[in-house]
């Protein structure tokens, strides 16, 4: 995934929100990403 | 009373849901797009059923993009205005992920789709849901689900079945709780429970396609019966 943010900070909390809120079901599910700047 | 039956693309037991409430029961029901947008669109409904189905094609994960649909925002509000919630199948799964109820559903136990008529004792007959029924009876319902595994973590666990969350549990003939007489593998059988303040109810087998004799069974009803009593009463 390739987004825009201010800093790698607040791309982490945007990717963390995704994954809480749709991409995971933390009930059952884990998850980790990496964020690389460019 | 006024129901609203809320579909999604992929619904597909919208219209027993809607059958049973207007023809078997004589209700007002109204069918609700999904896209359906606004925190008050449901409030004029004294029930909002959630139907059984593959909502969104279950893409991503079980019932994953229902939860974030746009109707759910006005469900959401229902629920904390004290309006009652019923979610059949995939109904309780979009629930589940919107976090309406506590857990989740795993893949059955067997990896198999499972359809077939299934016996569950009531554990919980003080909902306005189960009020028709007896504690301890033991009713007959049709199930149809491949993920269908209710879990939750120990603690979650802990509280629902400590604040009488639990509503039905699968069984067998006799009503006792058995490893054989659970279709899917959910932890402790369970096949329904409600929320803490007990105005929401989720299960897996479909209480719609037992409501006429014709059907195989009219078990089912009690739900229905017990909704129309409990809303009759208030």
Known sequence: VRLDAADPASAENAVKEMCE????????????FEVVPR | LKFAVVVFPGSNCEVDTYHVLTSVFGQECDYVWHETAGRNALAKYDCVVLPGGFAHGDYLRVAAMAAVSP?????SENVERGGLVLGICNGFQ???????LPG???PNQSLE???????MRVDN?????????????????????GDGSYFADAETLRQVEGSGQVVF???DTQGSVTTASNPNGSVNNIAGIRNRRGNVLGLMPHPERACEAILGGKDGAGIFD??????VAA
């Open chain 2, 125 to 145: 007959d003080h909902t306005p849901f189960t009020r028709a029924y007896e504690r301890e009876q033991v009713i007959t319902y049709p199930i149809s689900h």
């Open chain 1, 21 to 32: 809120k749709l991409l995971a079901n933390t009930v059952i599910e884990t998850y980790r």
């Open chain 2, 113 to 119: 789709h499972r359809a077939q008529w299934v016996h």
């Open chain 2, 169 to 171: 549990r699968y069984c």
């Open chain 2, 104 to 106: 989740a559903v795993l």
């Open chain 2, 71 to 75: 109707v759910m925002e006005a469900v």
């Open chain 2, 94 to 100: 979009v629930l589940l992920e919107a976090r309406l």
């Open chain 2, 226 to 231: 017990s909704l129309v009593q409990a809303l």
